[in-house]
């Protein structure tokens, strides 16, 4: 249910289907973002049918500061990057930040960490581009170990067969080791 507050507390919310130009908005404007500083780690565009799925799963949140959506983030129960890893875990994908927002992303992985621990999972997991050491430089200071890189198919951000293919870094945070 949205909330009229604004005291600057984030609330999370699952993204309904009628929700989809929000997610979308705020995962082009982080493309864009990206793009912009040459950083090559999504599409340069996401297409509906890219996270509807996710949308429709319920797996997929906003995070509201107020009545403004500043944040998405999609939390799945499997990832083939990770395939052959032992462990039960959530792994978080196409999180994004809307730029006026800027530092709410570490809150974001606070609560994923809280929602793997409350699921009763051993990690929370997530990866990027390899080449993205910004990124991963972000995620080794907020407490993710790196766990190796792999390569996959298809454009960056994508899951796929076949196609141009990304190195991508793997990292992982033990949800009871999360501040």
Do not use: K
């Amino acid at each position: 249910m949205p909330s009229d507050r604004d005291d600057g507390a984030i609330e999370f919310l699952r993204a309904s289907p009628s929700q989809l130009d929000d997610v979308l908005t705020i995962l082009d404007e982080a493309a864009r973002w990206l793009q912009a500083r040459g950083v090559v780690q999504w599409p340069s565009r996401f297409e509906p049918s890219w996270v509807e799925g996710a949308i429709g799963r319920g797996e997929t949140w906003l995070a509201r500061v107020g009545a403004t959506a500043c944040a998405t983030v999609t939390l799945d129960g499997a990832d083939s990057v990770w395939d052959g890893l032992a462990g039960r875990a959530l792994y978080v994908h196409r999180m994004a930040v809307r730029r006026q927002s800027a530092g709410v992303g570490a809150a974001v992985l606070a609560w994923a960490a809280g929602v793997a621990r409350e699921r009763g999972l051993e990690a929370l997991r997530l990866d990027c581009v390899a080449s993205n050491d910004r990124l991963r430089a972000y995620y080794e200071a907020a407490g993710f170990i790196h766990r190796g890189d792999v390569t996959v198919a298809g454009a960056p951000g994508q899951r796929l067969d076949e196609g141009p293919v990304t190195v991508v870094s793997r990292y992982e945070l033990r949800p009871r080791e999360a501040p």
